[in-house]
């Protein structure tokens, strides 16, 4: 099982439309979780952490369940420049290392 | 602020051969790290940096070495460059650990082995 698992897309969705993904991971001593945007040949850019309380961003919410070891990421009002690979985060039993899902694709369309 | 700075962008290497990609932070990071990133596979973590002068291993460390010498560098040395080692290779650094505050990429290099 890989440490940490997302549903790959591709995801196509029209303007206006809430998307959801979903992330999984193996590691119930996982600490820190995040949500990472990666646009197409670009480098990974945080989008927002994930608490347990949830948390919003405006269009944006994520939200945790430690019990399930299950994060997600809501997008409301889809918008073009939403279109990139979300990518799940999860940090190890040390800090120091970060494990990363392979990534979720949107695609907005008009 | 230029943040982190990779070079170079792109590479092509004939197997066998060694090279050395840079990587420069001005943000007074002290943690520092190497990550790969294989088409359709997540990031895997080659080796990391807490401070000057203090590296580990990742997850994917052979074939590869480091080193820090100062705070602002933390170059990745291949010394002989296989077609396994074929992928785009980002460095990151972060003021403390991954808690709450995520790291910040370089915008990676991409690297072909042939």
């Known amino acids: 099982r890989k440490e940490v698992e997302q549903d790959p897309g591709p995801f196509n969705v029209p303007e206006g439309a809430t998307v959801a993904f979903n992330c999984t991971y193996s590691?119930?001593?996982?600490?820190?979780f995040f949500w990472y945007r990666q646009d197409c040949r670009k480098e990974p850019k945080l989008l927002m952490s994930?608490?347990?309380s949830g948390n919003e961003d405006g269009r944006f919410t994520a939200q945790l369940n430690r019990a399930s070891q299950y994060i997600s990421l809501l997008i409301r009002d889809s918008k073009l420049s939403d279109s990139a690979t979300y990518l799940c985060?999860?940090?190890?039993?040390?800090?120091?290392?970060?494990?990363f899902g392979a990534g979720t694709r949107l695609t907005v369309k008009p | 602020n230029a943040g982190v700075t990779q070079t170079p962008k792109f590479r092509i290497l004939k197997i066998g051969q060694s090279m050395t990609l840079q990587c420069a932070q001005d943000?007074?990071?002290?943690?520092m790290y190497w990550y790969r990133q294989d088409p359709g596979m997540g990031l895997k973590l080659i080796y990391y940096?807490?401070?000057?002068?203090?590296?580990d291993k990742g997850e994917v460390p052979n074939g590869y070495n480091v080193s820090r010498s100062t705070t602002e560098d933390f170059p990745l040395r291949l010394e002989l460059a296989a077609p396994s080692q074929t992928s785009v290779y980002f460095c990151?650094?972060?003021?403390?650990?991954?808690?709450?505050?995520?790291?910040?990429f370089g915008s990676g290099t991409r690297l072909t082995v042939v």
């Open positions: 990151a650094s972060s003021y403390s650990t991954g808690v709450s505050y995520g790291y910040t």
């Open positions: 590691n119930s001593a996982s600490q820190s």
């Open positions: 994930v608490y347990s």
């Open positions: 985060v999860v940090t190890a039993i040390s800090n120091n290392d970060m494990r």
């Open positions: 943000m007074n990071h002290n943690y």
């Open positions: 940096s807490v401070g000057a002068g203090i590296t």
